[in-house]
């Protein structure tokens, strides 16, 4: 009888703590929902991009909202809110209390302005990504940020943010990725956060800041201002003595060494602006450190092994006359680099990679083993310090923009079949990544750029995996499976004109959008036009101009005028069909890359390129 009711105790119990958790569970969920009501209702969004409908009262309603994201699809908790580039204003609601799930807060790139909340890793405690960059911020950095003891990535960048670094950051000891530069901090950069983050481009562009990592060192204003005054009297008068005989000085100096500079601008070739001290200062110090002898980690056995001080020795110390137009200048610098042989090879040097040593290492293996004859062979690397180096083979002809719009601003004189070759081997290279893997290699910032030659004019595509270099936040399985990457910071690595339209909405790279991006690469070769160009009578960019000239009937009108009239119009015009289809608004009505190298190969097929573009393995997804 005990027994028994001892029994009916634990089941009243457990039915108990059952209906408290049900209860719970509605109370959390109902939070959420007030928390993305008041967030919608408290900030200001001009475009209309936070069409949230709170009629609806399903179960898991708000997981379907744009920039939202939830736990499970059966209830209403949040657990990410990502709303970047929507063109937001206002300041950070307080309604993010009721969203105490959440673990990712993205509002990078809007208007919101005022200061960042001191309680927002109390509203928020179980943070593991932060990103406010790139709006109008101001105040100082709350020291309470260091409570959000789940934070992996915290992103204030491109703000006006002011006042000094907290220390307390430093007890972030899950943080992995850390970006204060381009603000209005002063005073020292924690030497605990310099340890931990020793890259100069997470604190750069902040005018008052000092300290390791930065080149500007700490001390020299923390003179008391009180004497100021007597200084400035003193410093008068003597140089109310001497003004004559500095002028005089800087007379003659001026006179005896302009010549020896003209000599010295020239031989820069005009880079100084653009390369200048600060461009300089980091190959003098490789050049200067022990780390000459480094070795450079090559991805197949050389005969000969090759060490940073050869690339030095091949790059005339990266000097500014050995810079290539080569890939996307938004990742880096390249070089030409001449081995004593007379071979040559291409050194990338990054700008700002956000990887650890050991992750850098492991995408240089992922990457590194990629071998196509459609893609720039990735052949090494070097890590010195902060500084990342990649080696490629290199590409005799330089990126596919050059050629079709050289820097002397000379016409063109490359022929029909040359473009039709280039964009049957860009889109074999591009078919390969995406399907040739069971998670595709999705390109996110593909242009014309991306499109290297060499000496026999054969496309190779470059920059493949780098945006990975930038963003440490892995991306979600689900998501490459189904041809998709991590989002794209905004404004960082995409080129202005091939960005699809629905990137504006959810910026998360695809497969597709790489098919809309190189749908503008042809269209680029088709009419030799700028993806940023129109025309008088149909202004706007490359795609809208052939759009609108095609609704028109004048589609020939399209070509570029050198090649017209030439016996391969109907090519041409078949070609930029091609090219109108991957440029299509809706992506589902995008061909798969595989299609169009088939279209695109089908279209060349009257010509010698058979032998060239022999089938090369495309195992998964081609009739995606």
């Known amino acids: 009888m005990r027994g028994h009711w001892r029994s009916h105790r634990a089941a009243v119990f457990l039915l108990h703590?059952?209906?408290?958790?049900?209860?719970?569970?509605?109370?959390?969920?109902?939070?959420?929902?007030?928390?993305?009501?008041?967030?919608?209702?408290?900030?200001?969004?001009?475009?209309?991009?936070?069409?949230?409908?709170?009629?609806?009262?399903?179960?898991?309603?708000?997981?379907?909202?744009?920039?939202?994201?939830?736990?499970?699809?059966?209830?209403?908790?949040?657990?990410?809110?990502?709303?970047?580039?929507?063109?937001?204003?206002?300041?950070?609601?307080?309604?993010?209390?009721?969203?105490?799930?959440?673990?990712?807060?993205?509002?990078?790139?809007?208007?919101?302005?005022?200061?960042?909340?001191?309680?927002?890793?109390?509203?928020?405690?179980?943070?593991?990504?932060?990103?406010?960059?790139?709006?109008?911020?101001?105040?100082?950095?709350?020291?309470?940020?260091?409570?959000?003891?789940?934070?992996?990535?915290?992103?204030?960048?491109?703000?006006?943010?002011?006042?000094?670094?907290?220390?307390?950051?430093?007890?972030?000891?899950?943080?992995?990725?850390?970006?204060?530069?381009?603000?209005?901090?002063?005073?020292?950069?924690?030497?605990?956060?310099?340890?931990?983050?020793?890259?100069?481009?997470?604190?750069?562009?902040?005018?008052?800041?000092?300290?390791?990592?930065l080149s500007s060192h700490c001390g020299s204003r923390s003179r008391s201002l009180t004497h100021t005054g007597l200084i400035i009297v003193i410093a008068a008068g003597v140089l109310g003595a001497a003004v004559s005989l500095l002028i005089a000085y800087a007379v003659w100096r001026f006179c005896y060494s302009s010549g020896t500079k003209r000599k010295r601008l020239k031989s820069s070739d005009g880079a100084s602006g653009k390369y200048g001290d600060e461009g300089r200062r980091w190959a003098e110090r490789l050049r200067a450190s022990h780390n000459r002898l480094m070795p450079v980690s090559l991805f197949q056995k050389p005969i000969v092994k090759v060490k940073l001080a050869d690339l030095m020795l091949a790059t005339s110390d990266f000097h500014p006359t050995h810079i290539l137009a080569s890939g996307s200048a938004r990742f880096g610098t390249s070089y030409k680099a001449v081995l004593p042989d007379g071979s040559a090879l291409t050194v990338k040097r990054l700008h700002g990679c956000a990887l650890g040593d050991k992750q850098f290492r492991a995408e240089m293996s992922r990457i590194g083993h990629l071998r196509h004859p459609n893609l720039v062979p990735l052949l090494g690397f070097c890590?010195?310090?902060?500084?990342?180096?990649?080696?490629?083979?290199?590409?005799?002809?330089?990126?596919?923009?050059?050629?079709?719009?050289?820097?002397?601003?000379?016409?063109?004189?490359?022929?029909?079949?040359?473009?039709?070759?280039?964009?049957?081997?860009?889109?074999?290279?591009?078919?390969?990544?995406?399907?040739?893997?069971?998670?595709?290699?999705?390109?996110?910032?593909?242009?014309?750029?991306?499109?290297?030659?060499?000496?026999?004019?054969?496309?190779?595509?470059?920059?493949?995996?780098?945006?990975?270099?930038?963003?440490?936040?892995?991306?979600?399985?689900?998501?490459?499976?189904?041809?998709?990457?991590?989002?794209?910071?905004?404004?960082?690595?995409v080129e202005f004109g091939y960005v699809p339209p629905e990137y504006a909405s959810n910026p998360t790279a695809t497969t597709k959008g790489d098919v809309y991006a190189f749908g503008v690469v042809l269209l680029e070769l088709a009419t030799g036009q700028k993806p940023t160009e129109g025309s008088a009578d149909a202004p706007g960019n490359l795609v809208d101009w052939v759009s609108k000239l095609s609704f028109k009937g004048r589609l020939l009108d399209c070509l570029d005028i050198s090649l017209r009239g030439k016996g391969d119009?109907?090519?041409?015009?078949?070609?930029?069909?091609?090219?109108?289809?991957?440029?299509?608004?809706?992506?589902?009505?995008?061909?798969?890359?595989?299609?169009?190298?088939?279209?695109?190969?089908?279209?060349?097929?009257?010509r010698d390129f058979s032998e060239q573009f022999d089938e090369f393995p495309l195992v998964y997804g081609k009739d995606d």
Not at 51 to 64: P, R
Request: proline share 6%; hydrophobic share 35%; glycine share 8%.
């Open 17 to 213: 703590l059952l209906l408290a958790s049900a209860a719970f569970a509605a109370a959390t969920d109902e939070d959420d929902v007030r928390c993305l009501r008041g967030l919608k209702d408290s900030i200001g969004d001009p475009d209309g991009r936070l069409n949230w409908n709170f009629s609806n009262d399903t179960v898991g309603f708000v997981c379907s909202f744009n920039g939202v994201s939830c736990w499970n699809s059966q209830e209403n908790r949040v657990i990410s809110i990502s709303l970047p580039s929507m063109s937001l204003t206002g300041g950070i609601p307080s309604s993010l209390q009721f969203c105490r799930a959440a673990t990712t807060l993205d509002l990078s790139g809007n208007s919101f302005s005022g200061s960042i909340p001191p309680d927002l890793c109390e509203w928020l405690p179980f943070l593991v990504t932060l990103d406010l960059s790139g709006n109008a911020l101001s105040g100082s950095i709350p020291s309470e940020l260091s409570n959000c003891g789940f934070l992996n990535s915290l992103d204030l960048s491109s703000n006006s943010l002011s006042g000094k670094i907290p220390a307390s950051l430093s007890r972030l000891d899950r943080l992995k990725r850390l970006d204060l530069s381009h603000n209005s901090l002063s005073g020292q950069v924690p030497p605990s956060l310099a340890s931990t983050f020793p890259s100069s481009a997470l604190f750069d562009f902040n005018d008052d800041l000092c300290g390791r990592p």
């Open 383 to 493: 890590v010195v310090e902060d500084e990342r180096l990649l080696i490629y083979k290199h590409m005799a002809r330089g990126n596919l923009t050059s050629l079709l719009r050289p820097p002397n601003a000379l016409p063109t004189a490359v022929d029909w079949r040359t473009r039709l070759r280039i964009g049957i081997g860009a889109a074999r290279g591009l078919a390969w990544l995406h399907h040739g893997f069971q998670i595709p290699f999705a390109l996110q910032t593909f242009s014309s750029c991306s499109v290297l030659l060499d000496e026999d004019y054969e496309a190779r595509i470059t920059d493949i995996g780098l945006p990975r270099l930038f963003k440490s936040s892995p991306s979600n399985s689900s998501d490459s499976a189904a041809g998709k990457t991590r989002p794209l910071l905004s404004g960082d690595f």
């Open 569 to 606: 119009d109907e090519e041409m015009l078949e070609f930029l069909g091609i090219a109108k289809c991957c440029v299509s608004y809706n992506p589902k009505e995008r061909p798969t890359m595989y299609h169009v190298y088939q279209s695109l190969k089908n279209t060349g097929s009257g």
